[in-house]
């Protein structure tokens, strides 16, 4: 898949702002048909930055969902920013996940895009439990979870 450098439009980002959305509704509603407005196909979603496993391909992360994150759980998506060069455009954002019984998860997703004929889609999910690179916070270096 090649990349070419990209200037992002108040469309673009508009959709790209809607994707993080879109994969919280999914997940929450458990339809895992609409993940296909979320992913490639062929998308990478790396959860290794949360203890957890390497899906590949669209029927893998499905598959994985229904298996493994099959419990209720209900997203909200944070500090959703996109950005652009001329090697990627990538979106990073914070998730708290409400697990019930008043558990809560924090995640920070950092994703690679690509514009389909079908819309903005992600093809490589970062999945970490803390921030990364230079917007990392003292309080993550710390060890103190929010």
């Known amino acids: 898949m090649m990349i070419l450098p990209y200037s992002l439009t108040t469309a673009d980002r508009v959709e790209i702002h809607e994707l993080p959305g879109r994969y919280g509704d999914a997940i929450d509603d458990r339809d895992w048909t609409r993940l296909d407005t979320v992913f490639t196909q062929d998308a990478v979603f790396d959860l290794t930055g949360v203890g957890s496993r390497i899906c590949n391909g669209l029927d893998d992360i499905k598959a994985f969902m229904e298996l493994e994150a099959a419990h209720p759980r209900t997203h909200m998506m944070t500090n959703i920013y996109a950005e652009s060069d001329e090697h990627a455009v990538e979106l990073r954002f914070r998730i708290v996940a409400l697990i019930g019984k008043g558990l809560?998860?924090?995640?920070?997703?950092?994703?690679?895009?690509?514009?389909?004929?079908?819309?903005?889609?992600?093809?490589?999910?970062?999945?970490?439990?803390?921030?990364?690179?230079?917007?990392?916070?003292?309080?993550?270096?710390?060890?103190?979870?929010?």
Request: hydrophobic letters at 25%.
């Open 104 to 146: 809560t998860s924090t995640g920070s997703y950092y994703d690679k895009l690509v514009k389909t004929e079908n819309g903005w889609r992600t093809y490589h999910r970062y999945v970490s439990s803390r921030r990364r690179d230079k917007r990392e916070a003292e309080v993550d270096r710390l060890g103190i979870a929010l």
